[in-house]
């Protein structure tokens, strides 16, 4: 028997012990069932040692950026997640300039600290979390439907920074008047934004800063120093 | 066995490490020394030049009295009041905002009482 022969009848070998054919004995089936499952086990291990490797390899750190086919699949698991129902929900609030600032002054509050006024998501906090906050104004996230938004706002996403809304403070309507910001965020002016900056939270450090420099640009001279950290 | 398994555990927890988020933005406070195509350069309180670099998405708001106004680059002049909040980038400083008082709107609020 050449290489060749060896090579073919233990490939054929393997085959039969993996795939055995139905006409063989209960005893040799039930073995080769076991073997299965050993196998798939075994194939389980490598890839949870794959994963574990992979994540000390980037230290558990949220700074990284999560790859465009764990992005993918994220979005399709939430996409599964949302009830079709949910999805097909309509605003039920009427679009007016009040609604609009409601949620403007609403999101400046609740909800810039991770996303920024603008929804970019370039902040300290969103830069930090794993995955990042998306921009809101791109298509990814004005593609989706009314109620999907809602539902996200309402709900959350599990294993990300956004949490759920919904029952913890104000109300449907709220969330409903948030959806409708998302979408103006593309066409945000410069005025709306200089509105939300002052309903933004700050600390007791960012508000003397904050002062320090209004007092200097109404004319009084500089106390602090001229460059500053500033944690937002 | 099970002693080993334990430090190899505990090995693994301690890799495992929070990463404390820093803020990344700088603010600028001077006047406006010298204003060129792509940046401005502000004279700080403690007389250093910094240059900021301007970018397309710079916003400009102008403060007039207790209001802010959205404003632009040609707005603004040598010698006029500003409060750059920027994010450094390498060894440059890129400007998100600038807000600045002209120097009659300067002069006018200090010598309000």
Known sequence: ?232 | MRAKLFTLLSAVLLMVTVVLAHGDKKHVVGTVEKINAGSIVVKTADGKSVEVKLLASTMYVSRVGNEDKSAQLSDLEVGDRVVIHATPNGETLEANEVKFSTKGAAAAAKSKP
């Open chain 1, 1 to 232: 028997m050449d290489t060749r022969d060896a090579a073919t009848l233990s490939v054929r070998v393997a085959f039969c012990h993996w795939f055995p054919s139905p006409f063989v004995d209960y005893h040799e089936h039930a073995m080769s069932r076991s073997n299965v499952i050993l196998l798939v086990l075994l194939a389980a291990v490598a890839l949870a040692i794959l994963a574990a490797a992979s994540l000390l390899h980037n230290g558990l750190s949220s700074r990284a950026t999560p790859t465009s086919f764990e992005a993918l699949l994220a979005r399709n698991a939430r996409h599964l997640a949302i009830p079709a129902d949910a999805r097909k929900k309509q605003n039920p609030i009427a679009a007016s300039p009040e609604n609009l600032r409601d949620a403007r002054l609403h999101f400046a509050d609740h909800c810039a600290i991770c996303h920024g006024n603008e929804g970019t998501g370039d902040t300290m906090i969103g830069k930090g979390l794993y995955p990042k906050p998306p921009d809101l104004r791109a298509a990814e996230t004005q593609k989706l439907s009314d109620g999907e938004l809602f539902w996200i706002i309402e709900n959350g996403v599990r294993f990300t920074g956004m949490p759920a809304f919904g029952g913890t403070h104000g109300s449907e309507e709220d969330s409903w008047k948030l959806v409708q910001f998302i979408r103006h965020l593309p066409q945000l002016s410069t005025d709306e934004r200089m509105e939300m900056e002052r309903y933004n939270p700050k600390g007791p450090g960012d508000r003397a800063e904050e002062n320090e420099e209004e007092d200097f640009l109404h004319g009084v001279p500089m106390q602090q120093k001229p460059e500053s950290s500033h944690h937002h």
